[in-house]
């Protein structure tokens, strides 16, 4: 009696492995599907020229979307753009910063002004420990006679993200 119990428990499983399997031994494979979805997953090289060209554009959006001319920080969720993804901070310097990028910039702007010199927009790269980390993209303005800068630190990541 047990060996018949254990023919049939044997039979149970053994029919229950090649159903779940769905008896098939091989399945037809589209290779033109195949090659699609390897391409699509092929690692991009995306030159830091593409990244900073992308920044400009979006540091160009952002500040001709941003209206605010007052000093300080400027909180992220109260700007009314679509793009904050890219954005970890703004703010307007209104006068000498005490950092240094800032700074170089303010005083690049300064002497443009100085000299007559048309005032443009300006990105900058941010680095830490030798790798870019993010971009600082300026857009001067000059409001009753003195120098105003807003100032957008653009995230590395999600500008590279926006390229693929």
């Not at 039979?11 to 037809?28: E, H, R």
């Not at 991009?44 to 979006?58: F, H, T, V, W």
């Not at 420990?129 to 006679?145: E, R």
Request: hydrophobic share 40%.
């Amino acid at each position: 009696m047990h060996r018949f119990t254990f023919k049939i428990l044997s039979s149970l499983l053994l029919f229950l492995t090649i159903t779940s399997c769905g008896l098939k031994t091989s399945d037809k494979i589209n290779a033109n599907d195949v090659n699609r979805q390897i391409k699509e997953r092929k690692i991009k090289r995306i030159q830091e020229s593409d990244i900073a060209d992308q920044a400009y554009k979006i540091g160009v959006a952002l500040s001709d979307s941003i209206f605010t001319i007052n000093c300080g920080d400027i909180p992220v969720d109260l700007i009314k753009v679509n793009k904050k993804e890219f954005i970890n901070k703004v703010w307007v310097d209104c006068d000498v910063p005490s950092d240094g990028l800032t700074k170089q910039v303010w005083e690049a702007y300064q002497y443009s002004i100085k000299n007559n010199i048309k005032l443009d927009d300006n990105l900058q790269r941010i680095k830490e420990d030798n790798a870019v980390k993010a971009y600082l993209f300026s857009s001067p303005k000059i409001v009753n006679d003195s120098l105003k800068i807003l100032q957008i630190e653009l995230n590395h990541k999600a500008l590279v993200l926006s390229l693929y």
